[in-house]
């Protein structure tokens, strides 16, 4: 059996009271049954799997309603999340000029500190990465406002970032947001990972050149290229990679 952690706030003892069995047929048909489970009356330390029966919507919506229960986000919700699910967040940021740290080999960089302009950002976490797209205007998106490419380095095509030596948080729950903005600001951005990922003459490297020179938030806005999602689609997109 593959090793499973529990977290709880204190000692926590698990009983099984209940297990699930599902059937396969090989034309893709699915049957499930539920069995109570109980102690061996001769072996009081040998649990045994009782008769079974159909499961049933009722039982199978108690089943899910516990789980939901046991994994859902517990506390308040930032004003800034847009979409949460046990295993997957988004939000977003609005623009803002903040200091970032550049570790490039090209010599219009180089190795420096500035501060510069970011347009307003969407991060989304999943067990399959963590990605950041660019948003045209500083408010907050709906699921059919369309998203454009981030313009920063260390990105890859479909806005996955590049993690490199950078500490994430084990948590992917929305207490974490500010750990994952910290650790995605506060990294050393080092190349472009992208062709054509803004619309500004000489590229991306010459828009950094450009903000750290002066930091301005027009320019960053003008340069954002558009992506062909919306943010569902890449909600849905990145969901279904990772086999949520």
């Given amino acids: ?43 009081p330390g040998r649990q045994i799997i009782g008769a079974g029966v159909p499961l049933t919507k009722g039982a199978l919506d108690t089943f899910a309603q516990t ?47 500035a501060d510069v302009a970011h347009p307003a950002l969407v991060f989304v976490v999943a067990p399959s990465g963590w990605y950041v797209f660019a948003l045209r205007e500083s408010v907050r998106p709906t699921p059919q406002t369309k998203l454009c490419h ?28 500010a750990d994952y903005e910290d650790a995605f600001f506060r990294t050393r951005f080092t190349h472009p990972n992208r062709e054509g990922a803004t619309t500004y003459k000489g ?17 960053m806005r003008r340069a954002l290229r558009g992506t062909n999602e919306t943010l569902q689609r890449a909600i849905e997109r990145i ?5 949520i």
């Avoid at 396969?24 to 499930?32: F, K, Q, T």
């Fill in 150 to 177: 981030s313009p920063h380095f260390n990105v890859h095509s479909g806005g996955n970032i590049c993690t490199g030596n950078v500490k994430l948080p084990s948590a992917i729950e929305a207490g974490a947001i």
């Fill in 67 to 113: 789980v939901g229960q046991a994994t859902s986000f517990g506390g308040f919700v930032p004003d800034n999340l847009l979409y949460t699910s046990p295993n997957m967040i988004a939000w977003w940021t609005p623009e803002s000029i903040r200091r970032c740290w550049f570790r490039s080999q090209n010599k219009f960089i180089g190795e420096m500190a």
């Fill in 203 to 219: 590229g991306m490297t010459m828009l950094w050149r450009a903000q750290i020179k002066q930091a301005n938030p027009d320019q």
């Fill in 1 to 43: 059996m593959s090793r499973v952690a529990v977290i709880a706030g204190g000692e926590t003892e698990l009983t099984l009271t209940d297990a699930l069995l599902m059937y396969r047929s090989g034309r893709g048909e699915v049957y499930a049954t539920v069995h109570p489970v109980h102690a061996d009356g001769i072996e």
């Fill in 239 to 243: 969901a279904a990679n990772a086999k």
